[in-house]
């Protein structure tokens, strides 16, 4: 006996998301023209966004950040701040597009959340370098003991990155051509 696969609910209607943002820009193009104030998002423009932020969230390479809400809550505030520039004309995926946004946010949250553990840790190793320890009791001193070998780690890793970010920025990146191909000389 075979498994059936498992029907995948849709959770975002491409097609009524699209009709209600074209909707919601003549509102505002409306409003505009009054010299009104922009209109509130339709609530159901709002679940659809969160339910997108939510749905990338649940994605493995996502899912075990411990900032998770806060990740969610950066790729709401960046879709509400671009949905005016969806055009319906380009393309009929508005799910694509408000997935799109959403993942660069999470993005943008995880390199502020490493920048912010990268001072933390480069603070605490200053401190654990000039011998200064918060007098915690034993407990402490095992903790901070254990976790030195990480902290290092990670500090190495975030200046490696840092300083081979600051290097592609400077020069160009020097393209090689293969042998076989024939160049202007020749």
């Not at 912010?116 to 003991?145: C, V």
């Not at 300083?163 to 000389?185: F, M, S, Y």
């Amino acid at each position: 006996m075979t498994k059936k696969p498992r029907a995948r609910k849709n959770y975002v209607n491409k097609v009524d998301l699209v009709e209600a943002l074209v909707k919601y820009a003549a509102a505002c193009k409306q409003a505009a023209d009054n010299g009104e104030d922009k209109p509130p998002i339709p609530r159901y423009i709002g679940e659809c966004i969160w339910d997108i932020a939510n749905g990338v969230a649940k994605r493995p390479n996502f899912a075990s950040y411990p900032f998770r809400e806060d990740m969610v809550m950066d790729g709401v505030e960046n879709c509400l701040q671009y949905m005016h520039n969806f055009n319906p004309d380009k393309t009929d995926n508005p799910f694509g597009y408000f997935t799109q946004i959403v993942w660069y946010a999470f993005l943008r949250r995880i390199a502020k959340e490493k920048k912010q553990m990268y001072i933390r840790y480069k603070s605490s190793d200053a401190l654990l370098m000039m011998g200064q320890t918060y007098e915690g009791g034993e407990e402490i001193a095992i903790h901070l003991n254990t976790q030195a070998e990480y902290i290092n780690d990670f500090i190495e890793d975030y200046e490696t990155k840092m300083a081979n970010d600051k290097k592609a920025k400077q020069k160009p990146a020097e393209i090689e051509l293969p042998d076989n191909i024939l160049t202007a000389e020749d």
